[in-house]
């Protein structure tokens, strides 16, 4: 790295920093808390991406046991909350729903010329997304992961409040990209907070703590919707479960990675003797002077990475080294959450209750993410054969799914397939955090996930083409999947590697080292008095 070090510890306070929280800690109680608490953060506001397909009551999928007697009696034909009018000639202001209060198709009569606005909602929904992952992950790397979750999920309070209060479809479609906005938000930053939590060792964990949390978070909508009649009172109670990661994410650390590539390495070590204290093991040494220097809040010898400009790090990513990796890792993005949120949101067109449909989607992708643990940690799979080995082999279950004429068997094979989506998805979380250098991985794992938006803004209306042609639907979301996965071999494998800092980290292949043999290294450096370098 070309840094000065004492006694093989490193003097700038993020290289100190990386080497005391990769190998002085300890491993335990401190940082199982905090994935727990940071994963319930990630997947809690999911929730909201999938309340939305229970607010649009219109078919009998749709129907739970008690709203047969509640809302229409049993001639389901009867009743215009729940089945759009056969007669689109009568006009629109004379339609009166049976419930009102049911749907937002019921309130806001999205039904024969205004039908479209229905798939519509989801886009609108993605676009936010997309503008949540720019925004938050510049207001991440330059204020701090905790500042970029409570403005996420402050934003998001808002849009829940205000999608539950909706008065118009207009007013209900801002709230939707409001909370498009704050979920992307909450998500990004958390992972990466997350991760500079974790040790390479450790690291692993984060491929099913938080998606499992997220599973979960799918599930929750169904358990509401069919518990609470209402499409308001739902979304109330979505929006409050959403947002509880504001009543404990304040009394949280910030990360100590990103505080020491600010300068601010005494802040860091402060949190890093605490991390210790709750694991029981020694104290890390103390920072060197160089680490010492920055208790003022200024940088020591310029160890403060200075904020990069969007032109700088454009220049950075699009240069000869990082441009292909780049590339691959956003339509890796595009693909995942094209098929990702399409196949969560295709749940209606599934030859079943919506409600059960959803809720097996969420459960069956648990067994897939808890593999992601040990696949992604072993030596003959790692990231790189968990991502494109889902991307393979959920594409063609997909493709198998559409050919087999059994039902049972097809939903089985669909199911299984969307599970290894699944544990791509998770996988590339983890895969894409480690690709990129800490001064700039919030904002590219925002600009990477923005381009997941892109597909998943198209995945409504691809849906609304399964609702009458659900295998040529299904044939759209595995293509892109099956190719993706095979491109994707050109990547970088990360198991065991340790997190670059900086650009020039990189650019000398510190990446590229593997974090057990720097630590053999830096012991060994202590027993003989060598300089090692820097872990």
């Known amino acids: 790295m070309g840094s000065t070090e004492r006694g093989g510890t490193p003097e700038r306070p993020e290289e100190y920093a990386n080497w005391v929280l990769d190998s002085r800690v ?50 389901i034909a009867r009743c215009p909350v729940l089945s759009a009018p056969q007669n689109c000639s009568v006009p629109l202001a004379e ?36 503008v949540g992952l720019i925004v938050c992950g510049g207001v991440s790397d330059a204020r701090g992961r905790k500042a970029g979750y409570l403005f996420s999920v402050g934003t998001l309070a808002v849009g829940g409040l205000l999608a539950a209060n909706a008065w118009s479809w207009a007013v209900y479609a801002i709230a939707r990209a409001i909370l498009g906005f704050g979920v992307a938000g909450a998500g990004n930053t958390t992972f990466v907070w997350m991760t500079e939590y974790c040790n390479p060792r450790l690291r692993p964990v984060l491929a099913w703590v938080p998606n499992v949390c997220f599973a979960l978070s799918q599930l929750l909508p169904s358990v509401v919707g069919w518990a609470i009649y209402g499409w308001r009172d739902v979304l109330l109670v ?8 504001l009543l404990y994410a304040p009394c949280l650390y910030e990360s100590p990675r990103w505080l020491a590539l600010q300068g601010r390495g005494q802040e860091a070590y402060r949190i890093a003797r605490e991390m210790a204290a709750a694991n029981r093991v020694p104290p890390p040494p103390p920072p060197p002077e160089a680490c010492a220097a920055s208790r003022a809040g200024e940088p020591a010898h310029g160890a403060g990475a200075p904020e990069l400009g969007l032109e700088a790090v454009c220049a950075h990513l699009w240069g000869p080294r990082l441009r292909t990796r780049f590339l691959l890792v956003c339509l890796s993005w595009l693909s995942i959450s094209f098929a990702f949120y ?58 198998g ?33 480690e690709l990129f250098p800490t001064c700039v991985r919030g904002r590219v794992m925002g600009y990477a996930s923005l381009a997941g938006r892109f597909g998943a803004i198209l995945a409504p209306f691809v849906v609304d083409i399964g609702a009458t042609r659900p ?57 003989s008095g060598r300089n090692t370098g820097t872990v």
């Open 238 to 245: 979505v929006a409050l479960i959403a947002a509880s990661g």
């Open 342 to 399: 399409g196949l969560g949101l295709f749940a209606p067109n599934l030859p079943f209750n919506a409600y059960a449909a959803n809720a097996i989607n969420a459960l069956v992708s648990v067994p897939f993410l808890l593999a992601g643990q040990p696949l992604i940690g072993s030596t003959r799979c790692g990231r790189k054969g968990a991502v494109t080995g889902g991307f393979v082999l959920g594409g063609a279950g997909l493709l």
């Open 471 to 527: 295998a040529l639907a299904i044939a759209i979301f595995a293509a892109p999947c099956l190719a993706t996965g095979v491109l994707d071999l050109l990547l970088p494998e990360t198991r065991g590697r340790r997190l670059p800092d900086t650009f020039e980290d990189m650019h000398h292949g510190e990446c590229e080292r593997s974090s057990e043999v720097l630590m053999a290294g830096q012991s060994s450096s202590q027993n």
């Open 26 to 75: 300890g491993t335990g109680r401190f940082q199982f808390v905090y994935i727990a608490l940071l994963g319930l953060a990630y997947g809690l506001p999911s929730a909201h991406t999938y309340a939305d397909i229970f607010v649009r009551m219109s078919g009998d999928k749709y129907l739970p046991p008690w709203s047969w007697h509640h809302d229409c009696g049993p001639d």
């Open 401 to 433: 799914s559409t050919l087999i004429k059994n039902t049972i068997v097809s939903m089985v094979v669909y199911y299984a397939a969307n599970g290894f989506l699944c544990l791509a998805f998770a996988v590339i979380y983890v895969w894409s955090s």
């Open 95 to 130: 339609w009166v729903p049976d419930a009102s209060g049911r749907s937002i198709i019921a309130d806001f009569k999205l039904v024969c010329a205004r039908d479209h606005l229905v798939p519509l909602l989801g886009s609108i929904y993605f676009f936010g997304f997309g």
